[in-house]
């Protein structure tokens, strides 16, 4: 299996090293060089189907058996041996639930699988990295419960001190593990993130200490998310038979894994694409055209972006994997901030793709209903996708998924003002309020943070 710039301009690489290396030298995402087919099957297992759909996408580069050791340990974190257990909401709407791991949202599904797969690649290499991220609340967390005792990363996370809240930061610091440290940064999460590009951008100490980052565009955490769709469809009539989905959209990497699995084989005749205020998305979908716009902040903090990585991976495919004319387009719309799709490549996306956006109020009042009418209590990134999928379901006899993103009790306040109600954390994380926590408090100072970086990574 071997792996393609989506500019076209980068190493051809194999699994190993696209994981390791994240973005392409020439800029681009990684995609596979052509997609394997899914064969028939699957009892909707999720360690089962998990193994078998990695496996399509690692190759030869890790054996059968250490992929199926990773797979089972990487799931084991799950608080259910269904990993993502599937609830019908009303009328062949469905949720899938996808928050029941460590650190309760989506991302913990990629990355307990990514954190696994970079120390056994480094392990096979003789190799170390130090992952440093910034995060302004959630990333973070996720981040570290995956490189948590990985024998060959330490992890070094940034926030900005006194600006998360309570839970966020107590699930970073909290953790007991000697390869994870905690940096408050007198400053903002803008602060947090320009000294984390600045030490990417000294490249003395980048390769002096090899710094990492476990971030949204590798090809790793897109594979994994393929898993899911998979499993839902298993479980509603299998993989042959039509599934509709519907998910609420930031990077755009959670729902491009959808396209791939339809890409694959998966009877998919509609993926729709939800987004709060910040609709760029919705615009490329019913518009054809993107106009770069100021991020507005909105309940659903993790979809308040406005350009989306991944929606590069999709490009690709749309014109017909020219990694040139991709760059061109690209190149283009940094400097006009207007992107516009030919009106033929429009038309062909919207027979399988719909888009729609939804402000605050109506996610407020969206939650606050379906806890009326089924007590289930959707979190807002959730709302954004119910209501998208029902806002733009086409056939009402083929069944739609809605990917739940996010425990409700990962964003308290919202749902509160919604239902009245604060929602309580789950029991594993009951007891977070009363564990120690480790962090060391410092100035916005890059001198100060590098100096911390090198006297915290475990050298051998
Ligand atoms: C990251 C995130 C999203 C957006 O996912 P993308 O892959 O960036 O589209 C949606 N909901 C929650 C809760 C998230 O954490």
Same mark, same amino acid.
């Given at each position: ?37 899914l ?5 909707g ?39 993502t257990?599937l609830v019908e909401l009303h009328d062949g709407i469905h949720l899938l639930e996808l ?66 809240? $309570? %839970?966020?930061? +107590? ?5 007991? &593990?000697? @390869?994870?440290? *905690?940096? =408050? ?16 951008? $000294? %490249?003395?100490? +980048? ?5 990492? &980052?476990? @971030?949204?565009? *590798?090809? =790793?955490?897109?594979?994994?998310q393929i898993?899911y769709y998979v499993v839902a469809a298993e479980r509603l009539g299998g993989r042959r038979s039509p599934v509709a989905f519907a998910v609420p959209t930031? @990077?755009f990497?959670n729902v491009f894994a959808g396209h791939v699995a339809r890409r694959v084989g998966l009877n998919v005749p509609q993926l729709v694409v939800g987004t ?5 998305l919705t615009?490329?979908f019913t ?27 999709l ?34 996306l919207s027979d399988n793709w719909s888009a729609a ?25 959730t709302a954004v996708g119910v209501l998208a999928g029902r806002a733009a379901r086409r056939d009402p006899s083929i069944p739609l998924v809605a990917l739940a993103t ?55």
């Amino acid at each position: 299996m071997r792996y393609v710039s989506t500019r076209g301009a980068a190493p051809v690489l194999e699994f190993g090293d696209a994981l390791l290396a994240g973005l392409a030298s020439d800029g681009g995402l990684y995609v596979p060089e052509s997609w394997s087919a899914l064969p028939e099957g699957g009892r909707g297992n999720y360690v089962e189907t998990a193994i078998e759909i990695m496996a399509l996408f690692v190759g030869n580069a890790i054996s059968r058996d250490d992929l199926a050791a990773m797979v089972s340990d990487a799931y084991a974190t799950f608080d259910t041996p269904e990993v993502t257990p599937l609830v019908e909401l009303h009328d062949g709407i469905h949720l899938l639930e996808l928050f029941h791991g460590p650190t309760l949202a989506f991302k913990d599904i990629a990355l307990q699988m990514v954190g696994r797969l970079f120390d056994y690649e480094l392990d096979r290499r003789g190799q170390r990295v130090t992952v440093v991220g910034a995060t302004s609340g959630d990333t973070g967390s996720a981040a570290i419960e995956a490189c948590r005792d990985r024998e060959n990363v330490d992890v070094i996370i940034l926030h900005p001190a006194d600006r998360v809240s $309570d %839970v966020q930061r +107590r699930q970073m610091t909290t953790v007991e &593990a000697d @390869n994870v440290h *905690n940096v =408050a940064v007198e400053g903002t999460f803008d602060d947090c993130q320009d000294l984390v590009k600045a030490m990417f951008a $000294d %490249v003395a100490f +980048r390769d002096q200490v090899r710094l990492s &980052a476990v @971030n949204s565009i *590798n090809w =790793a955490r897109v594979m994994a998310q393929i898993v899911y769709y998979v499993v839902a469809a298993e479980r509603l009539g299998g993989r042959r038979s039509p599934v509709a989905f519907a998910v609420p959209t930031g @990077n755009f990497g959670n729902v491009f894994a959808g396209h791939v699995a339809r890409r694959v084989g998966l009877n998919v005749p509609q993926l729709v694409v939800g987004t709060n205020t910040n609709d760029v998305l919705t615009q490329f979908f019913t518009e054809g055209t993107m106009a770069i716009a100021e991020v507005v902040p909105t309940t659903s903090p993790s979809m308040d972006i406005q350009i989306s990585s991944n929606l590069e991976r999709l490009l690709y495919e749309i014109l017909d994997r020219d990694g040139a004319e991709v760059a061109a387009r690209l190149d283009a719309f940094r400097s006009t901030g207007r992107f516009q799709l030919n009106p033929e490549h429009h038309a062909a996306l919207s027979d399988n793709w719909s888009a729609a956006r939804f402000g605050d109020d109506i996610v407020k009042d969206c939650i606050a209903a379906e806890a009326d009418r089924s007590g289930i209590v959707l979190d807002p990134h959730t709302a954004v996708g119910v209501l998208a999928g029902r806002a733009a379901r086409r056939d009402p006899s083929i069944p739609l998924v809605a990917l739940a993103t996010a425990h409700p009790a990962k964003f308290p306040d919202a749902v509160e003002a919604a239902t009245g109600v604060r929602p309580e954390l789950p029991d594993r994380l009951a007891g977070l309020h009363d564990r120690p926590e480790r962090l060391t408090r410092m100035p916005n100072d890059l001198a100060v943070v590098q100096e911390f970086v090198e006297a915290h990574r475990r050298v051998r």
